[in-house]
């Protein structure tokens, strides 16, 4: 598996809606994480929509010593408190939470502190199969992660704590199962769910802000072969056609990643893709747009006030990473990100 260039990919995708402009809480990004959303099955009869699962079926050219591996990634939901403590504190309590007051933003000296939820990247890995094992008996692995409660003093320049920054993360736990069939001679048709196992209480009355933080959010499976082949569902040979049509996928789309021709990896997304996509070499971030998004929300960075840009500073590493890329781009590479001309992909191969 092509992890580094898979990995570029990938990550477009995870964070796609992460943080939305105008790249400061508002409105528009408390409707984030809207691709691969994997929420608890006790949560789902009562949603509207919303998936506690997903499937992907794909062809493999091989034999019974092809070897098949998979790599399920997501975010992990954090909710980010922001408590503000008056009177202030001299010294942290011994033993005990001290009594706060939850804010939306707080200003303390130079500092602005937003409440916000995070994504921490998560990987699990369904391990390297010989087919032969998988045509036996379905492969399934289980998988968990704990709940964590972290909490941050937050001083004034008198040293005393007027604050508290409160770092909550719900335990959330799945399954991945695999397996496999043989359709043809040398083909095989792989079946792959991703479940959210997570357990539930009250799940009936839960809003859907809470569920995400017991969800497996913009969920994607990674996909590698070893002395096979994977076969484009979008162009299959015409010999197997049909049975590339008989593949159900649910939620996610697998394409060929890697360079053109290459068929060792694959990308199930989330969101719909071609085969071989590339983040566009003009962009300096991840995106797949040829650059015109790039251009747009680049502009609009530049053009926001000083106080809009200390605002979206504090909000996360991710944010400010991004206003300072932005800011630092060098005139040719503004340039790069405007009237960009690409020959169709039929036009090249002809």
Same mark, same amino acid.
């Given at each position: *598996?092509?992890?580094? =260039? ?11 809606? &992460?943080?939305? &402009?105008? &790249? ?11 691709f691969?959303?994997l ?31 998979? /790599? ?12 503000? @403590? ?34 921490? $990247?998560?990987? /699990?890995s ?39 920054? +409160? ?17 043809? $001679?040398?083909?095989?048709?792989m ?14 009355? *839960?809003?859907?802000d809470?569920? =995400?933080?017991?969800? #497996? @959010?913009?969920?994607?499976?990674? =996909? ?6 994977? /076969?484009? #569902? ?11 049509? %008989?593949?159900?996928?649910?939620? +996610? ?32 971030? $991840? ?5 015109? @998004?790039?251009? *747009?929300?680049?502009?609009? @960075?530049l ?17 400010? %990473? ?6 630092? =781009?060098?005139?040719q ?7 960009? *001309? ?9």
């Amino acid at each position: *598996m092509n992890r580094a =260039l898979v990995d570029h990919i990938a990550n477009a995708l995870m964070y796609e809606g &992460y943080n939305l &402009y105008p &790249y400061r809480p508002s409105l528009k990004n408390h409707k984030r994480w809207t691709f691969g959303g994997l929420f608890p099955e006790a949560y789902c009869p009562s949603a509207n929509g919303d998936a506690a699962s997903l499937q992907t079926e794909f062809l493999i050219q091989g034999d019974a010593w092809t070897t098949f591996e998979a /790599v399920v990634r997501f975010l992990h939901l954090s909710d980010r408190i922001t408590g503000e @403590i008056d009177p202030p504190l001299v010294a942290w309590p011994s033993g005990a939470e001290p009594e706060f007051r939850p804010v939306p933003v707080l200003q303390v000296g130079a500092r602005r502190l937003h409440s916000w939820q995070e994504g921490e $990247e998560r990987e /699990v890995s369904l391990g390297r199969l010989p087919l032969k094992k998988l045509l036996r008996r379905p492969r399934s692995v289980r998988f968990a992660f704990p709940g964590v409660r972290r909490l941050e003093p937050v001083r004034d320049e008198d040293r005393k704590i007027v604050a508290v920054k +409160v770092q909550e993360q719900k335990a959330i736990a799945g399954s991945i199962e695999a397996r496999a069939i043989e359709v043809g $001679e040398g083909l095989f048709r792989m079946t792959l769910r991703v479940i959210n196992c997570t357990p539930l209480n009250n799940s009936v009355a *839960m809003s859907r802000d809470a569920a =995400l933080l017991h969800s #497996l @959010i913009s969920t994607h499976v990674l =996909l590698g072969v070893q002395d096979g082949a994977f /076969v484009s #569902l979008l162009d299959p040979p015409h010999h197997w056609r049909e049975e590339a049509a %008989a593949c159900r996928n649910v939620g +996610v789309w697998p394409v060929l990643v890697g360079a053109e021709e290459q068929t060792d990896t694959m990308l199930a997304s989330p969101i719909i893709l071609y085969d071989y996509p590339q983040v566009a070499p003009e962009s300096p971030g $991840e995106f797949f747009d040829g650059t015109e @998004i790039d251009e *747009m929300l680049t502009l609009r @960075i530049l053009t926001m006030t000083d106080e809009e840009k200390r605002d979206m500073a504090a909000v996360d590493e991710r944010t400010r %990473a991004l206003l300072e890329r932005t800011e630092s =781009l060098a005139r040719q590479q503004m340039l790069g990100l405007h009237g960009t *001309m690409r020959r169709p992909k039929e036009e090249v191969d002809g």
